[in-house]
């Protein structure tokens, strides 16, 4: 124990010089300093500390039967005796000095029961007295008896846990037998699983590998509290543990039939044959009705078969909504609920009466660039709601067709976005979408055909539908003389099928690739669609097209701003498939050195995309580092790549945002031009006010480059929220660049995308409480963000309508709760700030700072929603998107 403070003073022996009194005190205080300690302690202390002595002496008594007495004696002291957890308990404080004795006069006794007994004590009292790495308390356990270990207190069972992992790595390293521990790791998982420790048992399992245990000892109390702390470790583990860990928490959650729990874990790993068993394990038809909604939020393709569904109406049902043929009906419910089916324009979302004089001014010209910003703000703003003042408005016999109007208020390329923006409007309405675009495909203009062409591909995003209408109308498009009707066909193509891997496509495209009489923006945009569709799959056939493709590409070709499209189409093909990408990885080290390094990074960011992987970033991070001399273009994707891997948990995002500042400060040119685009995608759909911040002071930097993508940006991370504060910015913005036609342009479609679906819309990737990440939505994200890499010869080029690309992240940010018809239910939920629950005891408030709202309602980043009445029971644990709920037999209405 420490020396007691109060010994040390006025004891007449420090007359001398303070060196002499420093040396002597100790010495003749030695003594006394025992006697006054016992002074302090009280009578009964006092007691109990002789009374150990006592046992002390007598357990190395040669009677036996003394022996047995002490031993019992002590132990009942040391097993009775509580304590705060800030203090060590009595007994053991007293037992202190005379460790050494009883460890000496253990090693001299004759094997027996009291022996074992002894052993038992030693190891309690190592618990204190062992010295740092010595694994005394271990030892003496297993000597010990096989008594019950949980009788000696939790504290004795944590640290016999610790030693064992430090004993389990040792003797793994000599591959010494490890059968008496894991005995050992039997009982205590036991009693950590009974003791509400779930943690501390799955932590012990993951040191020993041995967590296939943890399926005997979970039951229906303390489950979920397992699975969630092992879903949630995940994240932080390295490959391939996170996947084993995940593998377990399938199992359980299967074990206890909470299938919607286990289908998301399946979707995280990524593996069909898991979402199988789910639908062949469970038998209630409603419940298979909700792992529908999950998958068709996921934006997996899914075919039920007859072992899922064995009646074929209810196949056809569940399949209608894994197409996500309801999608349109219930984001218009929402929409009417909220009050915002009327149509805006894009002067609404502008706003420029509340600026000053000067800026309105030089807006009245009608210039086809203005136009063109506007026909985006209005398809961005009105997606999805089938009506708006610009595209279809009804016709007037007089002015022949208003909509015709508005198309040809745009100069050529401009009128294939025009075109395109009608299937924005009539998002996910695929009948009345393909009716009503359906009068452009009989133009005499190529471009409006093009746009036509692109829009029924937007359409039909994230919707399947049994006869393929999309590939129909577009396929015969593919092959045109003029490349961009084909390259709205082949775009429509990619949006409408993307993660289907359609192998009809894959024969119809790739021939494509290597066609030599193709020009370089069909061949880009091919390989991007075909990126789309085979989304994650590694499919090799494919990635050998797109090789090829990138091989046979001339010097000049290679300068090229879209060429940037073909690296990142191979590196789709691997979009979070981590070690899957290192065949490829390899092959791209033979390509021609101005692509190689940019190959390099696009592929490793891909492939690490989502998983959070810090030795990644780390390597990315050094990319970024470089000094570089020549043009070389694969810093801008490695600072992508940053945001791409770091955007998996919230830790690793906020360590991303601060490593990005400091790219700001020291980065050469090209990295600050890519820093804004990593932030927006780090923060998609979030504005977080420190990002907003720093997006804000960007966007009046001096390079027009990095301004622009900062401006982009403020858009991506508002997107869909109406955010007032980026509103209130881009305003300003407008009025402070309104003589530069370009930045006024990119101004105008972040302010189309702040008001995304006039708020009801958002463009994260995440979605199941940041759970799962939808493969396809991150992918047109990437492609856009790649895109706007180079804003000048792309977005701001003729290749505008890449931003449509972001339709495949858009989905109506809703709480939707349906009834057993799937017809809308309103209820009440409560609508909060999720808190993280990890790991804590007790049953815990999941949602802070929350109101009361009857249903649908609409979920901000980071919110997340809970029922506000016994009547229903959700069918799925996570209140997002739609959501069945079912009656509460045991609710009773009180009177």
């Not at 271990?138 to 004993?167: C, F, P």
């Not at 003389?481 to 082949?490: L, Q, V």
Request: net charge negative; hydrophobic share 40%.
């Amino acid at each position: 124990m420490a020396p007691d403070p109060n010994s040390n003073g006025g004891s007449g022996s420090g007359r001398g010089t303070s060196n002499e009194a420093s040396v002597k005190v100790p010495a003749k205080d030695a003594k006394k300093k025992d006697d006054k300690k016992d002074e302090d302690l009280s009578d009964e202390d006092l007691a109990l500390k002789q009374q150990l002595e006592l046992y002390v002496e007598r357990v190395q008594d040669p009677d036996p039967g003394l022996q047995k007495i002490a031993l019992e004696s002590m132990r009942q002291e040391i097993r009775t005796s509580t304590s705060s957890m800030t203090s060590v308990p009595k007994p053991l404080k007293f037992l202190r000095p005379h460790y050494g004795t009883l460890k000496t006069y253990y090693e001299t006794m004759e094997d027996s029961e009291l022996k074992k007994y002894l052993a038992d004590i030693l190891s309690v009292l190592a618990l204190t007295m062992s010295a740092e790495g010595e694994r005394e308390s271990l030892k003496y356990r297993l000597l010990g008896s096989e008594g019950d270990i949980g009788s000696w207190g939790h504290e004795y069972v944590r640290n016999l846990a610790g030693e064992i992992a430090q004993e389990y790595a040792k003797r793994q390293s000599e591959e010494a037998p490890i059968d008496d521990l894991m005995e050992l790791v039997q009982q205590i998982v036991a009693f950590h699983m009974k003791h509400n420790a779930e943690p501390e048992a799955v932590d012990l399992l993951m040191e020993v590998e041995d967590l296939d245990l943890l399926v005997e000892h979970v039951d229906s109390t303390n489950f979920r509290r397992t699975c969630l702390y092992l879903t949630s470790s995940a994240r932080y583990l390295p490959g391939p543990d996170d996947m084993l860990v995940l593998d377990i928490a399938y199992m359980i959650y299967l074990k206890f039939e909470e299938y919607p729990n286990a289908l998301q874990i399946a979707l995280f790993l990524d593996n069909l044959q898991y979402v199988r068993q789910v639908f062949t394990s469970c038998d209630d038809f409603l419940r298979k009705k909700q792992f529908c909604y999950i998958l068709a939020r996921h934006g997996v393709c899914f075919e039920l078969d007859e072992e899922m569904a064995a009646d074929e109406i209810d196949r056809e049902s569940l399949q209608d909504i894994i197409n996500n043929t309801r999608l349109n009906e219930g984001y218009l419910t929402l929409a009417r609920d909220i009050e915002v089916m009327e149509a805006k324009t894009p002067e609404d979302i502008y706003k420029a009466h509340l600026l000053d004089g000067r800026a309105s001014a030089g807006a009245s010209v009608d210039s086809a660039r203005q136009n063109l910003a506007a026909t985006f703000v209005n398809a961005f703003v009105n997606a999805g709601f089938g009506q708006d003042k610009l595209m279809t408005v009804p016709t007037d016999a007089s002015s022949g067709g208003s909509s015709g109007n508005w198309l040809f208020k745009n100069k050529e390329h401009g009128k294939t976005s025009a075109a395109a923006s009608l299937g924005m409007i009539l998002l996910w309405d695929v009948d009345s979408g393909l009716a009503q675009l359906d009068k452009y495909f009989h133009s005499n203009d190529n471009h409006v055909i093009a746009g036509a062409l692109l829009g029924v591909g937007i359409v039909n995003s994230s919707i399947k539908n049994d006869c393929d209408p999309a590939l129909a109308l577009l396929g015969d498009y593919v092959d045109r003389e003029d490349p961009s009707i084909r390259i709205g066909a082949i775009m429509g193509l990619g949006i409408t099928y993307a993660g289907t891997q359609n192998e009809t496509l894959r024969h119809k495209l790739s021939p494509i690739l290597n066609d030599a009489k193709a020009p370089l923006d069909v061949i880009a945009f091919t390989a991007i669609s075909l990126g789309l569709i085979y989304v994650g799959s590694c499919n090799e056939e494919v990635a050998q097209a797109i090789i090829l493709a990138l091989m046979e590409r001339s010097d000049a070709e290679f300068g090229e701003p879209l060429t940037r499209l073909l690296p990142l189409s191979l590196g789709l093909l691997y979009l979070g498939k981590q070690e899957s990408v290192e065949a490829t990885a390899e092959v791209s080290k033979t390509f021609d050195e101005k692509i190689r390094k940019h190959c390099d990074m696009v592929l490793l960011s891909c492939a690490y995309a989502g998983t959070g992987n810090v030795l990644k970033v780390q390597n990315l991070l050094g990319h970024c580092s470089q000094h570089l001399e020549k043009g070389e273009t694969h810093q801008g994707p490695a600072v992508l790549g940053i945001a791409m891997v770091a955007m998996a948990e919230e830790l690793g995002l906020e360590m991303a945002i601060r490593s990005l500042e400091h790219l700001l400060q020291y980065g050469e040119q090209n990295i600050r031009r890519a820093v804004p685009l990593a932030l927006g995608l780090l923060c998609i759909s979030n504005p977080k006010v420190n990002v907003m911040d720093t997006l804000s002071r960007l966007s009046h930097d001096t390079d027009s480059e990095v301004a622009m993508a900062a401006v982009i940006s403020l858009g991506l991370i508002g997107a869909g929220t109406n955010n007032a504060r980026i509103a209130g910015m881009l305003r300003n913005l407008s009025s402070y660049y309104y003589k530069d036609a370009s930045l006024l342009f990119c101004v105008r479609i972040a302010q189309g995308l702040v008001h995304l679906g006039k708020g009801l819309l958002t463009l994260n990737p995440y979605h199941s409480d940041r759970f799962l990440l939808s493969p396809t939505a991150l992918a047109g994200i990437t492609t856009m963000l790649h895109a706007c890499l180079d804003m000048k010869a792309i977005i701001l080029g003729k290749y505008h309508y890449v931003l449509y690309f972001l339709v495949l992240a858009m989905q109506p940010r809703m709480l939707m709760t349906v009834d057993e018809n799937l017809k809308p239910l309103s209820v009440p939920v409560r609508v909060g700030q999720a808190v993280d629950v990890v790991g804590q005891a007790g049953r815990l408030k999941t949602i802070t700072g929350f109101q009361t709202h009857s249903t649908p309602v609409l979920l901000a980043a980071g919110d997340r929603a809970e029922l506000a009445t016994e009547k229903y029971v959700p069918l799925s644990p996570i209140l997002e998107g739609f959501v069945i709920l079912e009656e509460n037999p045991e609710y009773r209405e009180d009177n």
